[in-house]
Nanobody, 126 residues
């Protein structure tokens, strides 16, 4: 079972920026593909961004491509999501999770298990 603590959310105006953090515990995240997900009230959870363990195969949802960037700090065992040019549609609770790789080592938006942390709330005002 994966264990993560998400942080960095907050209230921002449209066009603003936030940097979310996903701190992993109990394992080294450089051995796993990690994905960011989000869920707005009344909507299904959706994949936002993911990357391979070596950080060389990022993937982004079309809605955030060019605005968000995924990165990590192996020394801190933490994955980040830099969120720029935020829109009201980005308002959601954001989660991170280990995800399944494709055979070519690219990341998928399929969580490895059903563990979800508390997430971090991102609110972008209209």
């Amino acid at each position: 079972q994966s264990h993560f603590v998400e942080s960095g959310g907050g209230l921002v105006q449209p066009g603003g920026s936030l940097r979310l953090s996903c701190a992993a515990s109990g394992f080294s995240l450089d051995n796993y593909h990690i994905g960011w997900f989000r869920q707005a009230p009344g909507k299904e959870r959706e994949g936002v961004s993911c990357n391979s363990g070596n950080g060389r195969n990022p993937n982004y949802a079309y809605s955030v491509k060019g605005r968000f960037a995924i990165s990590k700090d192996n020394a801190k065992n933490t994955v980040y999501l830099q969120m720029n040019s935020l829109k009201p549609e980005d308002t959601a609770v954001y989660y991170c999770a280990v995800v399944h790789p494709f055979p070519d080592n690219r990341c998928s938006f399929r969580p490895l298990d059903d563990y979800w942390g508390q997430g971090t709330q991102v609110t972008v005002s209209s």
